[in-house]
């Protein structure tokens, strides 16, 4: 997964060059969160007003506390292809499944048959035949055989005990179908039963609900003195684009920070000796960037949301342990 960490040396003042925004913006704002851009599957948010630590632990907790349901147990029945039964089933357990978690409870340890509200049963049964309509010339797989390749779209939901009634709407699949599982060639079969169950990315990877969450802090670009002409040009192709624009002002070209969002740090611009002085860079030190990319089990806003509620938990629980102990 990709992550940001902040440590102490990611701050601009340990580099040369950069400025401290700590001192003029101390945590002057009020904490507020900035809904900035939401897809299918992804959500960029600010975080304002907050401390490094609470950055982080929302971001461990996307990543590692946020349940979702995953293939725990794989009973393999028949396998025949060229695929390992170990293999076979750590690549089915790493398929995204669309249920939500939410629904269902944490399966009893110990437990090895589940019941309807702590499991989800998928079975999985194909096999590869050769078509017979197939040109004698053809070296076309797809021509040649039929059901070579195992989709993920081959897992079907079999319902256990009464889930059929307690889920009556329910869509119980892969989150994508065109997952490969495996090749097969004619004769060779797999008829393996899933067995889903609730847990959490600390546990086990197959369970984180994202596919990427960092965050990085806010960059503050400053231009010390006006820049102009070739060497607004310059200072432009120093940035990511958008970054500088550069406007047209009684004739002259006059640079100006348009966006500092958008710039990635690439400290290009100290290596011009005539701009390296007339920049100053620095974070928003209290002014958190988030990027949330779901696996596609929940949306983003909901992990978010969920996320929320389980540190607003753990602050609780705190809190009553402090409460808990007895004052001498």
Not at 33 to 38: K, Q
Not at 78 to 83: E, G, L, P, R, Y
Request: some cysteine; proline content about 5%.
């Amino acid at each position: 997964f990709a992550s940001s960490q902040v440590h102490s040396t990611d701050f601009p003042g340990n580099y040369p060059g950069y400025e401290d925004a700590w001192d003029q913006r101390r945590f002057e704002e009020a904490f507020r969160v900035d809904i900035i851009r939401e897809e299918e599957g992804a959500l960029e948010f600010d975080m304002v007003g907050i401390d490094a630590a609470i950055a982080n632990a929302f971001r461990r907790i996307l990543l590692a506390e946020v349940p979702t349901m995953a293939v725990e147990k794989v009973f393999v029945y028949n396998n025949t292809s060229i695929v390992q039964d170990e293999i076979l089933a750590h690549r089915l357990g790493l398929i995204p499944i669309r249920a939500d978690p939410r629904l269902f409870e944490y399966r009893n340890q110990g437990d090895e048959e589940g019941t309807e509200i702590d499991t989800l049963q998928f079975q999985l049964k194909i096999k590869c035949s050769r078509n017979p309509q197939a040109a004698k010339e053809s070296s076309d797989p797809n021509e040649l055989y039929f059901n070579h390749k195992v989709y993920s779209k081959h897992m079907t939901w079999v319902p256990l005990g009464n889930q059929t009634d307690l889920f009556p709407d329910a869509d119980f699949r892969p989150v994508h179908d065109d997952i490969l599982i495996a090749l097969l060639r004619p004769g060779q079969e797999i008829d393996v039963l899933m067995h889903c169950v609730k847990g959490i990315g600390k546990d086990h990877a197959k369970f984180s609900p994202v596919a990427t969450a960092s965050y990085r802090l806010l960059p503050d670009i400053t231009l010390l003195q006006p820049i102009e002409d070739e060497a607004a040009e310059m200072l432009q192709k120093c940035f990511s684009p958008g970054v500088i624009e550069i406007q047209n002002i009684k004739g002259k070209k006059v640079a100006r920070v348009a966006n500092a969002r958008l710039d990635t740090f690439s400290r290009e611009v100290f290596r011009h000796e005539s701009l390296k002085n007339l920049v100053r860079l620095a974070r928003v030190r209290n002014h958190y960037i988030f990027s949330v990319e779901s696996t596609g089990i929940l949306p983003p806003d909901v992990l978010v949301s969920e996320a929320i509620k389980i540190l607003m938990g753990k602050c609780q629980r705190f809190l009553n342990e402090l409460d808990s102990v007895p004052m001498e």
